[in-house]
């Protein structure tokens, strides 16, 4: 069957519009993320239960984006049979929708989790929980607009940072031991804060695989280096073997 130009042209466009879409969905996805981490952060700084249910509830949203984004995949991969540079485009979108969801879970987990911690008395060590909430909220946004603009670059410096989030992770995991070892009445409550910490050690990590993947879109190769990690809280030397 012979196709016209303008019916190449016309498949051309309906094409570009198809993977408009679901780029555009994966924007939406990342905000929605985004403002979830934010909030979820806010309740546990305001001890807001009420504000905290409903970032739990509003996890569902997430979730059906990523259904969407999901079956889009199917069906452009089975219509269009893509191949080199589009066919890497629909396999990165398919992998940053499934990122930003967990986003989106470990968001949800530190609501979750806020809602426990406020039937304790205040912790001291809430307040550092923020400074690392900012740092992974900065590199999902650094990986999201590199996405949206193909910046490999900027990938590449936002992948290079998790290393700084997972320090800072390590050095607040080491101040809520020594804080439960002192008084044994915070040991509930920080354990609550080691997990809404490793929530947000894990969001970096996720915000990686996307720059990961950003990278491969761009380039068609695999980042060359390995990534250095910063979190060590799993050999913290806390009893000498000696």
Known sequence: MNVTPQTHDHIVKSYDDELKRLTGELQRM???ALAQLEAAVDAVIARDSHAASKIVHND??????????SHDVVRLLALRQPMARD???ILAALRIATDIERIGDYAANVA??????????????VTALPRLAR?????????LDAY???????ALDAWARDEELDEQYTGLF?????????DPRNITPCTHLLFMAKNL????????????NVYFLVHGTQIAQARRKGDTTSVLPLDDPR
């Open 30 to 32: 990342g905000q929605l």
């Open 60 to 69: 569902a949203t997430i979730d059906a984006l990523e259904h969407e984004v």
């Open 87 to 89: 066919l890497r485009e």
């Open 112 to 125: 979750k989790r806020s809602i426990v911690l406020n039937q304790s008395a205040p912790v001291q060590l």
């Open 135 to 143: 740092l992974a909220q900065s590199l999902v946004e650094d990986v």
């Open 148 to 154: 949206r603009t193909y910046d490999a670059n900027q």
């Open 174 to 182: 080491r101040e809520l031991l020594t804080y439960m070892m002192e």
């Open 201 to 212: 050690e894990r969001i970096g990590d996720h915000a990686t695989n996307i720059a990961e």
